[in-house]
T-cell receptor
């Protein structure tokens, strides 16, 4: 069975300072990992995904995440926060369902607040 | 826009009503998913369809009835719901592959359902 733990339910940073959102996972085999963002009253938007190629993954809007197998972590970072980054962020691990469809297991989310 | 649309965006219904949620994807994907997002809880997978065939029913009560007439359309028929069914219902789609590659899911904006 796979699982995802987002270590912080809320993170607050000042505009222009670095962002770190932490995620640990467990999976029975080599996982696919994603970060999604959800702005208020919107659906989920893919930020980035890890596909077993490069361990440092670059996404949209300046975000990146590093896959560390030894630590079973996939933390999300951004060098400088912007007000528009305020949203909820979900770390997600993918596993295979019956047939070829995949199941995503979502973390409980981290609410990012950006202070002016 | 992700190429996945959902209607209606908001729905208020009584416990004796019957209503349907609609999802349409314009991405040429073959797998479609229904998720439930409740406050303070991780996203819950409800149903999965792959090439119009239901491949997963995640122990969802029978008052939720999915329908997938083709790979582009997915419905969720609702009847005799309970107040605890109030949530954001998200639809997603993906193109599945037979290998071990990732299958990124693209989400619609969701339907905010309130059951009175």
């Amino acid at each position: 069975a796979q699982s995802v733990t987002q270590l912080d339910s809320h993170v607050s940073v000042s505009e222009g300072t670095p962002v770190l959102l932490r995620c640990n996972y467990s999976s029975s085999y080599s996982p696919s990992l994603f970060w999604y963002v959800q702005h208020p009253n919107k659906g989920l938007q893919l930020l980035l995904k890890y596909t077993s190629a490069a361990t440092l993954v670059k996404g949209i809007n300046g975000f990146e995440a590093e896959f560390k197998k030894s630590e079973t972590s996939f933390h999300l970072t951004k060098p400088s926060a912007h007000m528009s980054d305020a949203a909820e962020y979900f770390c997600v691990v993918s596993d295979r369902l019956s047939g070829s469809a995949r199941q995503l297991t979502f973390g409980s989310g981290t609410q990012l607040t950006v202070l002016p | 826009e992700t190429g996945v649309t959902q209607t209606p965006r908001h729905l208020v219904m009584g416990m004796t009503n019957k209503k349907s949620l609609k999802c349409e994807q314009h991405l040429g994907h073959n797998a479609m998913y229904w998720y439930k997002q409740s406050a303070k809880k991780p996203l819950e997978l409800m149903f999965v369809y792959n090439f119009k065939e239901q491949t997963e029913n995640n122990s969802v009560p029978s008052r939720f009835s999915p329908e997938c007439p083709n790979s582009s359309h997915l419905f969720l028929h609702l009847h005799t719901l309970q107040p605890e069914d109030s949530a954001l219902y998200l639809c997603a789609s993906t193109r599945t592959s037979g290998g071990a590659g990732t299958d990124t899911q693209y989400f619609g904006p969701g339907t905010r359902l309130t059951v009175l």
